[in-house]
């Protein structure tokens, strides 16, 4: 009892009402500087910021924009490219993510049936639509099937529905998703990869370089056909590569290609981490889950479709082969790794999970805290570089609240 009432003591301290229409005023340390201040939302919106005197004592309870998750195959056994996708799953899925601070995600189709993917675009874009959940989606991520079929470079992709850019088929896609195709994830070495990549681009679809071998002149025609980002760098990639001729220098040494990486402490070492974010910096840096499904839910085998998946506390793998096969955390999770590994602060790695990915897909209206933003606002605490979730704000609704 006494825990219960200490808990709603520090919760008061940040959160109180704004006024009779359910609007109100935060009060927490602003991520970015780490300054005592009042948040003030009004009509979905963030009406007001004050910084408070530094000397006040005050819990500490962090305030940030909510995080962006580009990449997300799937959560608490909602698969976002399996057989039995509803909108009911995508609603039940995208509460969950709120819970670990998601305000906003793409939720990602991967290489499949091109009747299965057209069938689960469909369910996404209806799912859009729902007002309850639609804020938070404002659109997906295709990930293949237009990606190396190369053991390795392919992943966990089913090498049997992998095939070369087809413009007039993602058409296809595109109409089933009702346009909500935002970022495809694509390989630049295929046959018609470069004019495809040009067609994205001009109808406002973000390329990005994944699961591929391609070479440094690949790279640098992919990008001058408009491509600028790579996916999940260090994954999607052979373990055995020339040490000088693969696709990992290119991308890295390339300006104009921002990085996504999985920092969940499993997908890549703490030394490509820190040499990914040295080399490209805070700006060119965005964190991704790229969990699947099974995230959240608890471990054991579980059948999916063809194969079936090991879910570990960390990571999910292909038991037979003992590869990866995918993550199982959250985004959240990934900003403290990342702070860990690099002892970049807190307010870098927002930018990287929240801010960046915002710029990236012209999201004006989220991924900072300032006047007149959209109110997507988590507030946390940093426990041995962990974030723990208390509350969740989307578009200045109450969404999740930890008590």
């Known amino acids: 009892m006494k825990t219960i009432i200490a808990t709603m003591i520090i919760l008061s301290q940040f959160l109180t009402p704004y006024s009779a229409d359910e609007n109100e005023v935060i009060h927490a340390i602003l991520y970015s500087d780490g300054m005592p201040v009042t948040v003030a939302i009004a009509n979905g919106k963030i009406a007001k910021i ?12 962090y305030v940030a924009p909510g995080l962006i998750d580009i990449q997300i195959n ?12 509803t909108v009911d799953g995508v609603r039940k899925a995208t509460k969950a993510l709120w819970k670990a601070g998601v305000t906003t995600y793409f939720p990602t189709v991967i290489t499949s049936d091109i009747d299965r993917m057209k069938k689960n675009f469909a369910i996404l874009a209806e799912a859009r639509k729902d007002p309850e959940i639609g804020k938070s989606i404002p659109g997906f991520h295709m990930e293949g099937p237009y990606i190396s079929p190369v053991k390795g470079f392919r992943g966990a992709h089913l090498e049997k529905y992998i095939k070369k850019p087809d413009w007039e088929e993602f058409q296809e896609l595109q109409r089933a998703a009702n346009g909500g195709i935002k970022i495809i994830t694509m ?4 046959e018609g990869a470069i004019p495809f990549i040009r067609n994205c681009v001009a109808s ?11 070479s440094a002149k690949d790279v640098q025609l992919a990008v ?4 600028k980002m790579a996916t999940h760098l260090g994954n999607g990639c052979a373990n055995e590569i020339n040490r000088h001729y693969n696709p990992l220098w290119p991308q890295l040494s390339n300006d104009a290609i921002t990085t996504s990486i ?47 998946l090991l879910l570990t506390p960390n990571v999910v793998k292909l038991p ?16 403290g790794v990342i702070m860990n590994y690099t002892q970049c602060g807190l307010s870098n790695a927002i930018r990287m999970a929240s801010t960046n990915p915002a710029t990236m ?14 109110a997507d606002l988590i507030l946390f605490t940093m426990e041995d570089n962990k974030m723990v979730l208390i509350k969740t704000f989307v578009a200045g609704r109450l969404v999740y609240s930890k008590d």
């Open 50 to 61: 004050q910084h408070l005197d530094k000397d006040r004592d005050m819990a500490d309870i």
């Open 74 to 85: 799937g959560y608490m056994g909602v698969d976002f490219s399996g057989p039995d996708l």
């Open 187 to 190: 390989a630049p070495e295929l």
């Open 204 to 214: 406002g679809v973000v390329v990005s370089l994944g699961h591929h071998n391609g």
């Open 224 to 227: 001058d056909a408009g491509a």
């Open 262 to 308: 999985i920092a969940d402490g499993f997908h890549l070492t703490r030394e490509e981490v820190r040499t990914f974010y040295k080399t490209k910096g805070v700006d060119n840096t965005i964190l991704v889950s790229d969990a699947l499904d099974l995230a959240g839910l608890s471990p054991g085998e579980y059948t999916r479709g063809e194969r079936t």
């Open 320 to 335: 037979k082969e003992n590869v990866l096969a995918g993550a199982a955390s959250p985004i959240s999770k990934c900003v």
């Open 361 to 374: 897909f012209s999201l004006d209206d989220r991924g900072k805290i300032a006047l007149d933003r959209r």
